[in-house]
């Protein structure tokens, strides 16, 4: 498959997660944009462009780079999605040829996204999570390294599931959640809500506040 040139918005430590991936799939990456000209990954060689609001060149397309979800939501919806690019993916992972990817994505080293699933715009399916089937994924929601979700499980927008996490199967989470790290999820989580722990519980629950 042959790819548009991308510029990366973000130079920290995701994105020379993205860039390795990028590498790794033979897409051409021209440089990125971060507020620091001495960021991470301009120290290792990429061009530095300009600051994060610079303008995205013609001639490329780009991928959001930074892990924060607030701030990719904020470049999300300042950019025009139609200049983002085709999903990144790793070529260790696994995508059936039925899973859905929207512009934006980035699949990790051996992340699994099985049959049927769909994965919104500017989602990251982090190192070795795994999508089972017919699950969905919503805009901007990030799927830290290792965690699973079962078969039909569908995630809003602009949620992190924590590293490690599982979600059994048909679970629906909403927008804007957060999983702790290592949850296991067994019911459905509304939208905002802060869960975390086995079985995951609301963390102002667990805390008492
Ligand atoms: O408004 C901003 C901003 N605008 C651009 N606030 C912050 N904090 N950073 C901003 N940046 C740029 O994003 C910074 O100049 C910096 O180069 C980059 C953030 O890099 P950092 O290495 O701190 O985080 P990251 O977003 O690359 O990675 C985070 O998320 C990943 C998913 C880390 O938590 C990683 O450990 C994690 N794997």
């Known amino acids: 498959m ?6 990366l918005i973000g130079g920290g430590g995701h994105a020379g997660v993205v860039f390795d991936v990028c590498r790794a799939a033979s897409i051409p990456v021209l440089g990125l944009l971060d507020d620091e000209a001495d960021c991470p990954l301009a120290r290792s060689g990429i061009a ?3 600051p994060t609001n610079t303008p995205i060149p013609t001639n490329a397309q780009y991928i959001i780079a930074i892990g924060a979800l607030a701030l990719r939501r904020q470049i999300i919806d300042r950019l025009a999605s139609d200049r983002a ?5 790793h070529p260790s992972a696994v995508v059936s040829p039925t899973a859905k990817l929207e512009r934006g994505v980035v699949i ?9 699933a769909h994965v919104g715009a500017h989602a990251i399916i982090n190192t070795r999570a795994v999508i089972e089937h017919d699950g969905t994924v919503g805009e901007n929601t990030h799927l830290a390294p290792g965690s699973v979700l079962g078969g039909n499980v569908s995630v809003g927008q602009d949620t992190l599931i ?3 996490t ?8 909403g927008e804007q959640c957060l999983v702790g790290a290592g949850s296991t999820v ?4 509304t939208s905002g809500e802060r869960v975390a722990g086995v079985p995951a519980r609301s963390i102002d629950v667990v805390s008492g506040l």
């Open 2 to 7: 042959t790819h548009q040139p991308v510029i």
């Open 48 to 50: 530095w462009l300009g």
């Open 166 to 173: 599982g979600v059994v199967p048909g679970v629906h989470i």
């Open 108 to 116: 990790m080293p051996g992340a699994v996204v099985n049959r049927n």
């Open 85 to 89: 690019a085709n999903a990144a993916i």
């Open 162 to 164: 924590g590293i490690n």
């Open 186 to 189: 067994i019911g459905d989580i």
